[in-house]
């Protein structure tokens, strides 16, 4: 059942209005439906109020250029702000808000959390995506939104549902859709290239990963890519949690994984899939979590990337005995 955020949302615009210095932030290592949702939202504020200031913060990620432009993290004259972090369910995984004094906090999130980060927290674990709860929260309030910002919403819909075939789409989910579509005019197939088209090199990437993925007897399978790896195919360490869900549908995979390591970090990325079995409280034990059948962690060595595939393979046996 969809819930019931109109108190939350008009929290929200409260704070909005009253802040003149806003900071919008997501996660690190961003998704479209993260990078999408923090640009939207900061072009409907400034195209609503332009006298405030309205940053837009995090480290740039060239592929997702098509969004729109970050801004600078540059905090030093910014006064009392109001931070609102965006697709992500605790502060320790947000980005580009290192030297940043706030005042207030708001989180708006489509992740099940039951840490309480914000004053006003908007989360709703039905929603298929950040962009929808950004989307519905412009459609029921004062805040205006234009094609561009339609545009971004309609990409980060699309691409966190997996264009709509994940559990979380919802009759809401294909109204909001429905609803950009008709009232901005938007011609949505000619969309689809910047968040699908791909160069070669990354087509012959995903063909190792397919050729090289391991299969357990239980049904689950995984990956460890090297960095020498995505040297070779001239990709980097974001690409392969890009094409995860491509990997969905595989009849005799229940669950899936991809680690890489992040050298700047250094820290092993692992994202998880699943086709049944419940997998974020799994993920929760590694220093992660998501939803029920789509979530990470991270990990510091090798031997507990080998614990979490122990665990999973686990989970999958379980799975197919019950």
């Not at 009253?18 to 690190?28: E, G, L, Q, T």
């Not at 580009?96 to 706030?102: C, D, E, F, R």
């Not at 995505?230 to 869900?245: C, G, Y």
């Not at 992660?288 to 962690?297: I, M, Q, T």
């Amino acid at each position: 059942m969809a819930m019931d955020t109109n108190k939350e949302i008009k929290e929200i615009v409260k704070k909005i209005k009253k802040y003149n210095s806003i900071v919008i932030a997501r996660h690190v290592g961003p998704d479209p439906d993260a990078v999408a949702s923090q640009i939207a939202l900061r072009d409907a504020i400034k195209k609503t109020y332009p006298n405030k200031k309205v940053l837009a913060v995090g480290v740039y990620v060239a592929r997702f250029k098509y969004f729109g432009a970050l801004d600078k993290e540059e905090y030093d004259d910014l006064g009392d702000t109001l931070l609102i972090i965006l697709d992500v369910p605790t502060l320790d995984r947000v980005d580009g808000i290192m030297n940043l004094n706030y005042k207030e906090i708001i989180k708006i999130d489509h992740h099940p959390s039951d840490v309480k980060v914000g004053s006003v927290e908007l989360v709703d674990d039905t929603a298929s995506s950040t962009c929808q709860m950004i989307a519905e929260l412009l459609f029921k309030t004062s805040l205006k939104m234009d094609k561009a910002i339609a545009s971004n919403l309609f990409l980060g819909i699309v691409s966190d549902s997996d264009r709509f075939l994940l559990s979380y789409t919802t009759p809401k989910t294909f109204k909001i859709v429905s609803k950009l579509i008709e009232d901005y005019q938007l011609e949505f197939t000619s969309l689809y290239p910047k968040l699908y088209e791909r160069p070669l090199n990354e087509i012959r990437f995903h063909g190792y990963l397919a050729e090289h993925l391991q299969l357990t007897d239980n049904g689950l399978a995984y990956i460890k890519i090297t960095p020498e790896i995505l040297k070779e195919f001239d990709v980097d360490h974001a690409t392969p949690s890009n094409m995860i869900n491509d990997f969905n549908y595989i009849k005799e995979v229940l669950v899936w994984i991809f680690v890489t390591f992040d050298d700047k970090n250094e820290i092993y990325k692992v994202n998880i899939r699943s086709r049944g079995p419940v997998i974020n409280e799994t993920a929760e034990k590694y220093n992660g979590g998501g939803h029920k059948f789509a979530s990470g962690a991270r990990c510091k060595t090798m031997e507990e990337i080998d614990a979490l595939i122990a665990d999973l393979d686990h989970l999958c046996e379980e799975y197919k005995r019950g």
